[in-house]
T-cell receptor, first 112, second 113 residues
Framework: GQQLNQSPQSMFIQEGEDVSMNCTSS?????WLWYKQDPGEGPVLLIALYKAGELTSNGRLTAQFGITRKDSFLNISASIPSDVGIYFCAGNSGGSNYKLTFGKGTLLTVNP | KAGVTQTPRYLIKTRGQQVTLSCSPISGHRSVSWYQQTPGQGLQFLFE???????NKGNFPGRFSGRQFSNSRSEMNVSTLELGDSALYLC????????????FGSGTQLSVL
């Protein structure tokens, strides 16, 4: 089945630093989504990407849909303590496939 | 607009029992998906419903079942609970197109003792 490799598994950074994380897939995706999950809550959608090469921003967050359609990147600039959480990438291959495949997540810790 | 509502938030059951979880999607959303989240396996797809029909199913045993009602609300049922069924069960809704953005509820934390 489809698998997403998300890296890094965890990051420990200082407040104000920039962060990068990425997801790679062995198969092509038509949609890439990035979510953030706080403890005890459901994932919250951050950014959605629908075209290869697309670069989309949401405040301090920027995500890109890789040209090969097999990868995606999420950058967070000038991190703040409330950025702490688990970040998930998710992909969908389209057609009659109505499920999302999720990466295992990146645990981000921000030291004030 | 209200978000996705899942009830109950917490459940404690014993092995062998069965459980029913409920999900109310965002108004106007006709697709409801269910995911199981565990620390070891991450988010695993259970099934997806659209207009009361199951369109996709994940690799879970038949003990896991679901249904969707005409008002798009959905329930999932787990019978003969096992210890390994302890997890956060997440419901997500969308408009229903493949690859559409999913909006998640806060989940139901199920503990099987």
């Amino acid at each position: 089945g489809q698998q997403l490799n998300q890296s890094p598994q965890s990051m420990f950074i200082q407040e104000g630093e920039d962060v990068s994380m990425n997801c790679t897939s062995s198969s092509i995706f038509n949609t890439w989504l990035w979510y953030k999950q706080d403890p005890g809550e459901g994932p919250v959608l951050l950014i959605a990407l629908y075209k290869a090469g697309e670069l989309t921003s949401n405040g301090r967050l920027t995500a890109q849909f890789g040209i090969t359609r097999k990868d995606s990147f999420l950058n967070i600039s000038a991190s703040i303590p409330s950025d702490v959480g688990i970040y998930f990438c998710a992909g969908n291959s389209g057609g009659s496939n109505y499920k999302l495949t999720f990466g295992k997540g990146t645990l981000l810790t921000v030291n004030p | 607009k209200a978000g996705v509502t899942q009830t109950p938030r917490y459940l404690i059951k014993t092995r062998g029992q069965q459980v029913t979880l409920s999900c109310s999607p965002i108004s106007g959303h006709r697709s409801v998906s269910w995911y199981q989240q565990t620390p070891g396996q991450g988010l695993q797809f259970l099934f997806e419903y659209f207009s009361e029909t199951q369109r996709n199913k994940g690799n879970f045993p038949g003990r896991f079942s679901g249904r969707q009602f005409s008002n798009s609300r959905s329930e999932m049922n787990v019978s003969t609970l096992e210890l390994g069924d302890s997890a956060l069960y997440l419901c997500a809704s969308s408009l229903g197109t493949a690859g559409e953005k999913l909006f998640f509820g806060s989940g139901t934390q199920l503990s099987v003792l």
